[in-house]
């Protein structure tokens, strides 16, 4: 192969490679950008489809490309008793570790309450119950958030949280 293809070659090679990693998803903590595309503006839960609130949304991509997207939601319709423990969706494309506590890939419910930290089934059915932490440390709580910490993500809700590994 004469010397100026070969090269020409490696240069197309070299450049379609660079073009495909920077086109290649990030791992970890979701960017605003892609909530957009992948939070669903409504969310069937226990016979009720409420908006789904963007703002208040996270998700983290795992290496394995899967991802977990958590949304609060508005409970206005729904009874009492779904609305103290129904705060948001939880989607998983993966098996995850919520504390010590395996979840199945599904579309899920959660919630904080009275310390603990709730995943039930799309009819309101609890699927997980796992004790909640509190930080007192955390310096300016938001409605929801996910942060990495310590080879996981920990899902606040205020200054409640849980960690999430894979």
Do not use: W
């Not at 910490?149 to 809700?157: M, P």
Request: net charge positive; hydrophobic share 40%.
């Amino acid at each position: 192969m004469p010397k100026k293809l070969a090269a020409t070659l490696s240069a197309f090679l070299l450049l379609t490679c660079m073009a495909l990693a920077q086109n290649a998803p990030e791992k970890g903590i979701l960017k605003p950008t892609e909530l957009k595309t992948l939070i669903p503006p409504n969310y069937f839960f226990a016979g009720k489809t409420p908006t789904v609130q963007l703002r208040n949304s996270a998700g983290v991509r795992f290496p394995n490309d899967k991802i977990v997207l958590v949304a609060l939601v508005d409970t206005g319709g729904y009874s009492t008793a779904i609305q103290e423990k129904y705060q948001g969706l939880f989607i998983t494309e993966l098996p995850v570790k919520i504390e010590d506590s395996e979840l199945k890939p599904g579309a899920y419910g959660f919630g904080f309450t009275q310390g603990k930290f709730l995943i039930m089934d799309v009819g309101a059915n609890d699927v997980l119950s796992v004790g909640a932490h509190h930080d007192d440390n955390l310096q300016r709580a938001v409605p929801l958030k996910i942060v990495e910490q310590d080879g996981g993500y920990r899902l606040y809700a205020g200054k409640n949280f849980v960690t999430i590994k894979q």
